[in-house]
T-cell receptor
């Protein structure tokens, strides 16, 4: 079974631009979550989607948004990029909404210059 | 709110040494507990989990026991290998009330094993 796939793996953007990251969950998984990983703040929860609905959102500004499609694939978007948005963005999928395991992709390394 | 505290390290050991990484948690409900491992340049891999008190999770020689009385989930391995060098994260997921689906992570512990 294929794992969680995130694209692209690496991205370099300029301040003020916007970016879209993509995540394809494990087949059959309907819950997708996003996390930001930085050396200073560690792993921080961004948001979680289940059946195209956002169920939970972390403490991030409105520049961070996401969505989930009917095939469970998810995208996250960051608008008006800031230097501090440079991070590893990780996507995780879970089999069902209330199952506890989460399986992570390899992440997208975003660098804002 | 929920939180996880783990020893931050770094931890440096010789091959075949005994490993313990401490992890304690606070949670409003009854969480499931996890250890994840991250190798350089990679995402997180689930190492082991426990979903109720006194459960022992185990995988690849690593073990951790869910201790509700001490709110702890310490990771142990009897004999580490060079290939175990990585960052280890303790995490919890509390589904109490049905409204919290996020994982809460500790800050991670960098383990380096020397030959």
């Amino acid at each position: 079974k294929a794992g969680v796939t995130q694209t692209p793996r690496y991205l370099i953007k300029t301040r003020g631009q916007q970016v879209t990251l993509s995540c394809s969950p494990i087949s059959g998984h309907r819950s997708v979550s996003w996390y930001q990983q930085t050396p200073g703040q560690g792993l921080q929860f961004l948001f979680e989607y289940f059946s195209e609905t956002q169920r939970n959102k972390g403490n991030f500004p409105g520049r961070f948004s996401g969505r989930q499609f009917s095939n469970s694939r998810s995208e996250m978007n960051v608008s008006t990029l800031e230097l501090g948005d440079s991070a590893l963005y990780l996507c995780a999928s879970s089999p069902l909404g209330t199952t506890t395991e989460a399986f992570f992709g390899q992440g997208t390394r975003l660098t804002v210059v | 709110g929920d939180s996880v505290t783990q020893m931050e390290g770094p931890v440096t050991l010789s091959e075949e040494a005994f490993l313990t990484i401490n992890c304690t948690y606070t949670a409003t409900g009854y969480p499931s507990l996890f250890w994840y491992v991250q190798y350089p340049g990679e995402g997180l891999q689930l190492l082991l989990k426990a979903t109720k008190a006194d459960d022992k999770g185990s995988n690849k020689g690593f073990e951790a026991t869910y201790r509700k009385e001490t709110t702890s989930f310490h990771l142990e391995k009897g004999s580490v290998q060079v290939s175990d060098s990585a960052v280890y994260f303790c995490a919890l997921r509390d589904l109490s009330g049905g409204s919290n689906y996020k994982l809460t992570f500790g800050k991670g512990t960098l383990l380096t094993v020397n030959p």
